[in-house]
């Protein structure tokens, strides 16, 4: 890998002058263009192996629109084909890949599969920066690529408000386009369970009902077919689905269900923990995790483990914590709040998981080795350090400015500030500069970055897509790019490709160069 990084770096800086020209968003880390010369094409001949068709078939999906037929080019007739997949180890990386685009052919290099699928995302960008009647023009030239981290995520709450499985879809799709790869489904929370448990149907039936805004809503949650579809749907677009059950506070939508379990609240937060002392508990739980598990093949379930002191208040009166607290010499209730982290992160270990928890986790005594922490308290930094200093693996999402629940413009009224801070698109493009120091201080624990898009706000598909877009193309550069700082001016010179197919789409977005034509979607509550 760090010879191809190399070939790469004297690649770019030879070429540095066809940077302007790049339409790819994330940016590559190299492209060469070669002037005057396209690729024209109304029909696709393809070549590439039986096992790699699928990989078509997706992009057959992607290329809906663009007036382009597809077929496939015979072995026996190679030469006809103007689209190859080809499979070498001379491209190493696991996410990197290579095109090689002549008048006469693209050929989409890569050492795996998830490799082939990145250039054919990057073919996709220079298909639709140059929209013509009938076909496609490319220009020829050649892209070397690979991520700055394997972990480029996004975090969707579906608890506070549902939004289903098309708009979820349809979120996935757009992950693929830009090269994001780990969707974090928040699907508990105090306001609804949004996850079919087989063994405790009341989970959604009872603990569906309602969202953030209407505690009478009718009950709304996936199905296992459908988590099952959804995330096969991610896994073709070679997406990591990560769900979150959050524990042991958050817990008020399961505790309507099964109060047995509960372990109260306090008055602002009623009904808010689950019950800590109480050995059923544990067993309740680790039956969820055993279902959970089994719908998804990710290596990771998030137990979220933060702000459990909103709401543990009656746990210095529940007689089965008194009792805990007793027995194993529990001095205080964050000790006990640490006491479930741990049991309930061994339970996933035994499920051959490994347990993701928000950074308070960070002081709960859990091994590095069996955990990894989201840091997303940018004004507690001590927990990053810490972190750090106990070797956790460590993705990085701050608040300021990788929330999107938080405004994106001053003009906003909607969404969330943090002490008359949000999150601008510029503020996305300068983390590298943001978060210098967290960067640099143990790069080696620092899995990638990820955006959280909380829905305390956000009660419709269409507000979705005004907080989302166009800040998940911000993300993805960051998360993408080796570059120390991107160019704002360039990348929204990229942009201009993704506001068309946004308008295509029928995606609501927020423009921020001309604020004044996308007028802000507003929350609505219910």
């Known amino acids: 890998m760090k010879t191809i990084i190399s070939l790469i770096f004297v690649v770019w800086l030879v070429n540095f002058g066809f940077a302007q020209k790049n339409p790819i968003i994330p940016e590559p880390v190299s492209v060469q263009f070669t002037e005057g010369k396209y690729m024209k094409v109304d029909q696709i001949n393809f070549f590439c192996s039986p096992e790699e068709e699928f990989l078509i078939r997706n992009f057959s999906h992607q290329l809906a629109g663009l007036g382009v037929k597809l ?7 190679i030469k006809s084909a103007n689209l190859i997949l080809e499979k070498t180890n001379q491209v190493s990386g696991n996410e990197a890949y290579r095109l090689i685009i002549s008048p006469k052919a693209v050929n989409v290099q890569a050492s795996t599969y998830t490799g082939l699928f990145y250039g054919l995302q990057s073919l996709l960008h220079l298909a639709v920066s140059n929209p013509q009647p009938n076909g496609l023009q490319i220009p020829c030239g050649t892209v070397l690529d690979q991520p700055r981290f394997g972990w480029r995520g996004l975090m969707l709450d579906e608890s506070r408000h549902f939004f289903g499985k098309e708009k979820v879809k349809q979120l996935l799709d757009w992950m693929a386009f830009y090269k994001l790869n780990k969707f974090h489904w928040h699907l508990t ?14 989970l959604t039936s009872v603990g569906g009902i ?51 379990f509960s372990g109260g609240g306090s008055e602002r937060y009623p009904e808010f923990t689950f019950n800590p002392g109480k050995e059923a508990t544990y067993g309740f739980l680790t039956d969820i995790l055993k279902e959970v598990a089994g719908l998804f093949p990710s290596r990771y379930i998030h137990l979220g483990g933060d702000e459990v002191h909103f709401g543990n208040q009656q746990w210095n009166t529940n007689s089965d914590v008194q009792l805990l607290m007793k027995k194993h010499n529990l001095k205080d209730l964050q000790a006990v709040e640490f006491y479930f982290i741990n049991r309930m992160t061994d339970s996933i270990a035994a499920l051959n998981k490994t347990m993701i928890g928000w950074d308070e986790i960070v002081t709960s005594g859990v091994p590095a080795e069996k955990c990894l922490t989201m840091w997303w308290r940018h004004d507690k930094p001590e927990q990053l350090k810490m972190a750090f200093e106990k070797d956790y693996q460590t993705v990085l999402c701050p608040r300021i400015p990788l929330y999107f629940d938080f405004v994106q413009h001053h003009s906003h009224k909607s969404g969330r500030y943090w002490a008359k801070d949000y999150a601008p698109i510029e503020k996305i493009l300068g983390f590298n500069q ?58 929204m010179q990229r942009m201009q490709n993704s506001f068309r197919l946004y308008q295509s789409k029928k995606i609501a977005f927020f423009n921020p160069e001309n604020p004044e034509s996308t007028p802000e979607i507003v929350e609505v509550k219910k």
């Open 210 to 260: 309602g969202n953030f805004h209407n505690s009478e809503a009718p009950a709304a949650f996936y199905t296992q077919a459908e988590i099952k579809e959804l995330v096969r749907y991610a896994a073709d677009r070679f997406i990591e689905v990560i769900p979150e059950i959050d524990m042991p506070g958050h817990a008020t939508a399961a505790n309507r269900a099964y109060p047995e």
């Open 71 to 77: 077929g496939k080019a015979k072995k026996s007739a």
């Open 434 to 491: 943001l978060y210098k120091e967290a960067l640099s201080t143990r790069p080696e624990l620092v899995k990638g970055l990820q955006a959280n898009l909380w829905t305390e706000t956000i009660h419709s598909g269409e507000r979705l897509d005004f907080m989302t877009f166009p800040r998940i193309a911000a993300l993805a550069e960051i998360g993408w790019s080796s570059s120390p700082q991107p160019d704002y001016a360039g990348f």
């Open 189 to 202: 929370d105090s306001h609804g369970w949004r996850l079919e448990i087989q063994k405790y149907p009341k």
